[in-house]
């Protein structure tokens, strides 16, 4: 696993605190999907993030037929999204149209 506030890699998943920084791992990483989590027809099987800004995370994921490894970039803008039952994404209604046209500027 990889620490998001100092990007020390290669710390165990079972750790609570980082080893290099001291920051809680569990309340840093609470917004991420878990490592294990399948994505588009079980094509791809995220590992653990790699980074988190203000539009979303990216997460290091193995693309499962070719078994290479792939970066993902989740749309993830944490001023107004939510995790909501599943991990689901929620945004509250007044910010969707905000939401709408984020999504469009990150996905072209």
Known sequence: MRCLQ???DGV???TI???SCGI??????RDTLPAGT???GDAYRLDYPLGKGGFGITYRAMQTILERVVAIKEFYP???TFRG????VSVPAPQRERYSKNLA???T
Do not use: K, N
């Open 6 to 8: 100092c990007h020390q």
């Open 12 to 14: 165990p998943s079972s």
């Open 17 to 19: 605190v980082c080893p």
């Open 24 to 29: 809680h791992l569990p309340t840093l990483l």
């Open 38 to 40: 399948l994505l588009q």
């Open 78 to 80: 944490q001023e107004y």
């Open 85 to 88: 039952e599943a991990m689901h």
């Open 105 to 107: 500027r990150f996905v």
